[in-house]
Structures are given as structure tokens and as C-alpha cells.
């Protein structure tokens, strides 16, 4: 899921630059900048297992 969001945002801004009749320069370059943003967007909205549940699930003190 992490990975499909990180293409789709990355070839979408690519599409969105070939129907822009941009050249193949910064075709390539939309698609790097759509990749980095699709996989900070992905780092923000799913956070690792860790950060959501603290490991020591105990009620007690130490």
C-alpha cells in the first residue's frame, strides 16, 4: 500500500507534465519530485507500529 502511494503520486505528476507538452527533462524531474513527496506524504500518514503503541505495554510501574 505504502509503496502503490508513492508511485501514484510520483507517475501522476508525470502524466500531468506530458499533457502539458513539457519536455523529457522535466518530464523526468516531475516524476523524482512526485516519487520524494509521495514517499514524505507516505512517512506522515502511516507512522511505524512503534510510534502508534509504546513496546511496554504494562499498567504497573517498573
Do not use: H, N
Amino acid at each position: 500500500m505504502k509503496l502503490g502511494t508513492v508511485l501514484l503520486v510520483g507517475l501522476s505528476s508525470g502524466l500531468i507534465s506530458i499533457q502539458g507538452d513539457a519536455s523529457l527533462e522535466l518530464v523526468g524531474g516531475s516524476v523524482l519530485t512526485g516519487l520524494l513527496v509521495g514517499a514524505t506524504l507516505v512517512w506522515y500518514l502511516f507512522p511505524a507500529a512503534d510510534a502508534i503503541a509504546p513496546a511496554d505495554r504494562r499498567r504497573g510501574g517498573p
